[in-house]
Structure formats: C-alpha cells, structure tokens
C-alpha cells in the first residue's frame, strides 16, 4: 500500500467517524490493491459517539497473510480519565502480538500497550498533558517533558 492510500483511507475513515453519517446497519467498506487489503465496519452505534465503540479496521496483505485487526471496545478509565480503547491484533493466527490503543476525546491522553505472547505487558507509552512515559514489561520508567 502506497503512502497516498494509507492517508486517504485514514482521511475515509476519520471523516465517517466524525460525520456521524450511518446507515441503519452502520457503515462498511472495503478497498483492495496489490498488496493490501482493507476493511474498515463502523457500528451503528457509533452515530454521534467519540467512542465508537464495536467498530472495526483490518489491513491484510493476502499474500503472506499477515494482518492488523483493530476493534473499538468501548471507554476505560485511566487515572482518572475516561479514554476511548481500541484493541489491536497483529501477525498470523499462530503468531500474533496485541497491543491496546486508548485515547481521551480531546486526543491530550494517549496510551499504547505492547502486550508479549504471554498477555503481559512488554511496554507501555503514555501521553498526557505534554509529559511522555516510557515503561517496560520489568516496571522501568523513562518521563520526557517533565516540568520543574
């Protein structure tokens, strides 16, 4: 998939989300090309949400196999925060990596969780209000843009 795919289909997909704009069984799509294929389901439940919450995107390349799924599951709080969660599957179904997306409505909290083949958390990276944390799977902490 080129660079100019890639945009136009998170361009697609941001502005349906935003649009609210859904059929009564919500909104599906799905593009092909050479390498790459991509299915994006928007629930209907999504109509108006910032959390759209069932919604789903896959990127697959048909020939090896390998294939990113991310489904929307709903809000989570996180210190004392209400973000948006997306769960994300990477790889072939007997080698896969899951990572965890969430982030606040206003986008000033963001969280990305690598989890290891063994459903612990392999690392973690964390946004919010300017300060960024880096976290290893051993409880290691690196903070960027602490203020004194």
Same mark, same amino acid.
């Given at each position: 998939?080129?660079? #100019?795919?890639?945009?136009?289909? %998170? =361009?697609?997909?941001?502005?349906?989300?935003?649009?609210?704009?859904?059929? /009564?069984?919500?909104?599906? =799509?799905?593009?092909?090309? &050479?390498?790459?294929?991509?299915?994006?389901? !928007?629930?209907?439940?999504?109509?108006?949400?910032?959390?759209?919450?069932?919604?789903?995107?896959?990127?697959?390349?048909?020939?090896?196999? #390998?294939? =990113?799924?991310?489904?929307?599951?709903?809000?989570?709080?996180?210190?004392?925060?209400? %973000?948006?969660?997306?769960? !994300?599957?990477?790889?072939?179904?007997? &080698?896969?990596?899951?990572?965890?997306?969430?982030?606040?409505? /206003? #986008?000033?909290?963001?969280?990305?969780?690598?989890?290891?083949? /063994?459903? &612990? !958390?392999?690392? $973690?990276?964390?946004?919010?209000?300017?300060?960024?944390?880096?976290?290893?799977?051993?409880? $290691?902490? %690196?903070?960027?843009?602490?203020?004194?």
């Amino acid at each position: 998939m080129s660079k #100019k795919q890639g945009i136009i289909i %998170l =361009l697609l997909t941001a502005s349906l989300l935003a649009s609210g704009c859904m059929g /009564d069984s919500g909104t599906k =799509l799905s593009i092909s090309g &050479n390498d790459t294929e991509i299915n994006v389901s !928007i629930s209907e439940q999504a109509e108006g949400s910032w959390c759209p919450a069932g919604s789903q995107v896959q990127i697959k390349n048909p020939t090896t196999g #390998k294939a =990113l799924n991310m489904t929307v599951t709903g809000t989570e709080e996180f210190e004392n925060e209400t %973000l948006c969660k997306a769960m !994300i599957k990477t790889g072939t179904e007997e &080698n896969n990596t899951g990572y965890e997306y969430m982030w606040s409505q /206003d #986008k000033n909290t963001t969280v990305w969780t690598k989890y290891g083949e /063994d459903g &612990n !958390i392999s690392i $973690r990276y964390i946004y919010a209000d300017g300060k960024k944390t880096i976290i290893d799977g051993a409880g $290691r902490t %690196l903070e960027f843009g602490v203020q004194a």
